[in-house]
């Protein structure tokens, strides 16, 4: 009986050192999404310069490309906006659609006017349905989504030389490669 006096919080010390050591081994700015390798929502938004026209998922079927959630008053955002600008200014082929989040359309507007447009279409919406279909937390957040329209990953910082040539950009060359 005294034995288990002491084996017990022994026990429970040996389980929870166990989950800080796990713990060190994890990427901090990682936020995992319960949407990886499952298919995108399917949504149909007004596009940011012309509401009258909308964008729709279906037409991006058969392509890989990449959904870029930001926002203008995004301080990440506006660190990974002028990357992104030079990854379509240096012929990246991927289209990029823009998703404005929680914010105007004349903010959005001036940001992309002042700052350069990167986006192959950029889109909105005002209720924020689609953003929690999507499990956005925060901005910037970009999801990799494949030709089948599936999310392959999801980014949850901005994306910048190091996390573009590491993570994202192979990821593409290995999408780009399936049927």
């Keep these: 009986m005294m034995k288990a006096k002491f084996l017990i919080p022994f026990a429970i010390f040996v389980v929870l050192a166990g989950f800080l050591f796990k713990g060190l081994y994890l990427d901090p700015r990682a936020l995992p999404s319960v949407l990886i390798n499952k298919p995108l929502p399917t949504f149909e938004l007004p596009t940011l310069f012309d509401p009258t026209q909308k964008f729709s998922t279906e037409e991006m079927k058969g392509k890989v ?100 040539n590491i993570q994202v950009k192979p990821l593409i060359e290995i999408l780009e490669k399936e049927k």
């Design 65 to 164: 490309w990449m959904l870029n959630v930001w926002a203008s008053w995004c301080l990440p955002c506006k660190e990974e906006h002028p990357y992104l600008v030079g990854l379509k200014r240096s012929g990246l082929k991927t289209p990029i659609v823009g998703f404005l989040y929680k914010d105007t359309v004349g903010a959005g507007r001036q940001v992309l006017e002042d700052t350069g447009n990167p986006y192959d279409v950029v889109i909105f919406e005002e209720k924020n349905k689609v953003g929690i279909d999507l499990g956005v937390t925060g901005v910037p957040e970009t999801f990799i989504i494949d030709k089948k329209g599936v999310i392959r990953a999801k980014v949850s910082y901005p994306i910048l030389d190091d996390l573009w």
